[in-house]
């Protein structure tokens, strides 16, 4: 069984700022792994991840399990795009 809970984020100022600059550095580092998985023809997470997951740490400040993620969402994203070429 799946539960979705609707919440409501009520951060400080100091909170606010650091939420807003992880989610741009969340979305910049995503869209240049979409640019690198597109020029390099690698579109698998793991093989994805040797080429992307150093620079987005060195690049964009992000810790470990957020750089795994953006690349993760990267490569749904475009399995998805492939699907639905396919079909």
Do not use: C, S
């Not at 951060?11 to 640019?35: I, S």
């Not at 023809?41 to 620079?55: C, E, I, M, S």
């Amino acid at each position: 069984m799946k539960l979705v809970v609707q919440v409501r984020l009520l951060p400080t100022p100091e909170q606010a700022a650091a939420l807003e600059a992880t989610l741009r550095a969340v979305n910049d580092a995503a869209t240049w792994v979409a640019a690198l998985a597109h020029h390099q023809r690698v579109f698998r997470n793991y093989d994805l991840r040797k080429h992307a997951y150093g620079q987005i740490k060195d690049n964009y400040g992000l810790a470990a399990q957020a750089a795994q993620h953006v690349i993760k969402k990267v490569t749904d994203a475009y399995a998805t795009l492939h699907a639905n070429l396919r079909n």
